[in-house]
């Protein structure tokens, strides 16, 4: 499913004393199949941009279409059953989302509310347990009894229970410790390239999106600032300037992924586009 925003606006609290408007005339396309990221400084709308494209939030001008779905304040009242059942959501710390009383009831819960048999619902149960490379075994356990990071896979599971043709990931590595952080993405990744599932990553981390991403989205103050490939991106750092990532910010992230992924490139005065080609090429032949 491609995805698409038209001159998109978002306005919370419209016609109060307290409208604030967190999307302002988006323009973008997603294909099929596509790994993108958005970056941003905190409350550039990346949460609320996201929040469109599962119908959680109706633009208040523009559409956003996703596959044959078309979102707009004019076309409000529709059932959005089958637009959530092909578009996943982690949302940040999706743990604290899980209250029953075994895993297994966890991973089915959203299933329930979508016609699947008995049968189906074992197997899509097995699949996405092995999906997030968990041990049969915690089935009957109570989620609550489990670590962290094992919690959180419960909880991605039961997203990818429902087979979603999109999945959006809103900061799922956040709280993680930086092994974790790791393993969480290279699993996304793997299951992106197997089943050429569109993955929409939300982000603070640059580093990963250069890691992962075909494209990026960098937004700022609810405007798109700039998108491209990893290579485009980093080649403006005037841009990026705008964004709050600026020369001091990039050697941050070159520190990082020197201390993530044992990736030694030094700052030796190189301009900004000679070291994001530096930066690229090491993490693609990562990758
Ligand atoms: N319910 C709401 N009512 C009014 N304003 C809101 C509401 N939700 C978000 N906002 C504002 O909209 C802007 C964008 O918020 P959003 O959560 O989309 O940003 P973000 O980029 O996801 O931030 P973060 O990285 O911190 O999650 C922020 O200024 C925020 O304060």
Do not use: C, W
Not at 136 to 153: K, T, W
Not at 201 to 213: G, P, R
């Amino acid at each position: 499913m491609d995805i698409q925003f038209e001159r998109v606006s978002y306005t919370y609290q419209m016609n109060t004393p307290f409208s604030f408007q967190a999307l302002k005339d988006i323009n973008l396309n997603i294909r099929s199949g596509e790994f993108v990221a958005f970056v941003g400084h905190t409350g550039s709308g990346k949460s609320t941009l996201l929040q469109h494209i599962n119908g959680l939030l109706t633009p208040t001008e523009g559409t956003v279409k996703v596959g044959d779905f078309h979102l707009s304040k004019e076309r409000k009242r529709q059932d959005l059953k089958k637009l959530r059942e092909k578009v996943g959501v982690v949302f940040q710390y999706p743990e604290h989302q899980l209250f029953e009383e075994t895993v297994k009831r966890d991973i089915s819960f959203g299933l329930k509310n979508f016609n699947v048999s008995a049968e189906e619902m074992e197997t899509r149960i097995m699949e996405a347990l092995e999906k997030v490379q968990l041990n049969p075994a915690v089935l009957e356990q109570s989620p609550f009894e489990l670590s962290g990071g094992q919690m959180r896979r419960v909880a991605i599971a039961g997203v990818l229970a429902m087979k979603p043709e999109v999945l959006i990931l809103d900061e799922p590595t956040a709280g993680l410790d930086p092994k974790g952080q790791e393993d969480v993405m290279e699993m996304f990744f793997d299951l992106h390239k197997a089943q050429h599932m569109t993955t929409i990553l939300v982000t603070h981390q640059m580093d990963q999106a250069l890691k992962y991403a075909d494209h990026i989205f960098v937004l700022a103050d609810g405007s798109l600032l700039m998108e491209g490939t990893p290579e485009h991106i980093f080649k403006q750092t005037d841009l990026l300037e705008k964004a709050n990532l600026d020369m001091p910010e990039i050697l941050t992230i070159l520190h990082q992924l020197n201390q993530k992924f044992g990736i030694d490139i030094r700052y030796k005065g190189q301009s900004p586009s000679v070291l994001a080609k530096e930066i690229v090429a090491m993490l693609r032949e990562k990758k």
